[in-house]
C-alpha cells in the first residue's frame, strides 16, 4: 500500500495511521500530513471533501499562514487549529540562508540545530499542544490533517510524537519520518527553492546543499528526542497535557 497521495497542489500528502504497534494493534485510519494548502486546486478540494477531513493543525507560524492562506471552501470548511503567537518576524532559517554557511556542512549542522529548537519554539507548543487535545476528541470516522509549510519538519516531530505515544516502534516512526525524500519530487523541487532563495536573498546554493536543505535525516528527528524525551513526558511537561488528555489521545490513536 502506497502512503503517498498524489494531488495537483499539495506537496507531501500522505497517510501516517494504520501501523503496527508493539502491544498489537494497529493505528486508526484517518490520519494525514502534508505540506500547505495555498495552492490547492479545485480538484484538491474535492478529493478533500470526499475524504471527510474535518479537522486541520496548521503548525505554520502567523506571518507564514498570512503569505500562503490555505485554500479551503465552504463545501470543506474544516476546523483549523493553529498558532497565535507570532514569534520572530520571519521562519528562521530565511536569515539563516541570508548569512550562514550554505555549504552541505554549513545546512546539515542548522538544520541540526533547527531541531533542537524546535520543540522549544512556544508557537510550535501551542499548535502541537492544540493539535494534540482535538486529536484526542476526534471521531474516528473522520479525517484529520496536520501540516506546516512542507510538511517535514514540524509535521515531522508532531506525528512521531502522535505515532511513539500509540506505541509504534521507534524504528517504524522514523522510516514514517524518511518516507519525506522519496514522497517529494526532488529534482522539480530543487531548481525552483534555489531560484526562489536566490531572487530574495541573492545567494546561490548548490545542488546538494540544496537537497540537504528541503530533505530529512533521522538524525534530524533523533536531536528533537534528545530534546524532548519520551513523546509521553513531552506532552505532559512541555505542552501542558493532563494524564487524562494523554489517557484519552493514546485510546483515540488506536483501534483493535
Request: one cysteine or more.
Amino acid at each position: 500500500m502506497s502512503r503517498v497521495i498524489a494531488f495537483d497542489g499539495i506537496r507531501n500528502f500522505r497517510h501516517f495511521g494504520e501501523y503496527g504497534t508493539r502491544d498489537g494493534r494497529t493505528v486508526r485510519r484517518g490520519l494525514y500530513r502534508s505540506g500547505h494548502f495555498a495552492r490547492a486546486s479545485n480538484e484538491d478540494i474535492a478529493r478533500l471533501t470526499d475524504m471527510r477531513l474535518t479537522l486541520v493543525t496548521d503548525l505554520r507560524r502567523p506571518l507564514e499562514r498570512e503569505r500562503e492562506p490555505s485554500r479551503w471552501d465552504d463545501v470543506l470548511n474544516p476546523r483549523v487549529l493553529s498558532s497565535s503567537i507570532a514569534g520572530h518576524a520571519e521562519p528562521p532559517h530565511m536569515a539563516f540562508l541570508r548569512e550562514g554557511d550554505l555549504s552541505a556542512k554549513g545546512i546539515r549542522d542548522f538544520m541540526l540545530a533547527t531541531y533542537r529548537r524546535l520543540p522549544t519554539d512556544p508557537g510550535n507548543r501551542q499548535a502541537f499542544a492544540a493539535g494534540l487535545r482535538a486529536l484526542a476528541d476526534h471521531a474516528s470516522s473522520e479525517s484529520f490533517v496536520v501540516h506546516c509549510a512542507a510538511g517535514k519538519d514540524r509535521t515531522g516531530i508532531f506525528c512521531a510524537m502522535a505515532l511513539e505515544l500509540a506505541g509504534v516502534d521507534r524504528g517504524t516512526v522514523i522510516e514514517d519520518y524518511l518516507m519525506t525524500n522519496s514522497a517529494v519530487d526532488y529534482d522539480r523541487l530543487v531548481p525552483e527553492v534555489a531560484a526562489n532563495i536566490a531572487d530574495r536573498t541573492g545567494r546561490a546554493v548548490e545542488e546538494n546543499s540544496m537537497r540537504i536543505f528541503l530533505g530529512v535525516d533521522g538524525d534530524y528527528l533523533n536531536e528533537a528526542f534528545g530534546v524532548m524525551g519520551s513523546a509521553e513526558a513531552y506532552m505532559r511537561t512541555e505542552l501542558g497535557l493532563s494524564d487524562d488528555e494523554i489517557a484519552r489521545l493514546r485510546t483515540a490513536l488506536v483501534r483493535g
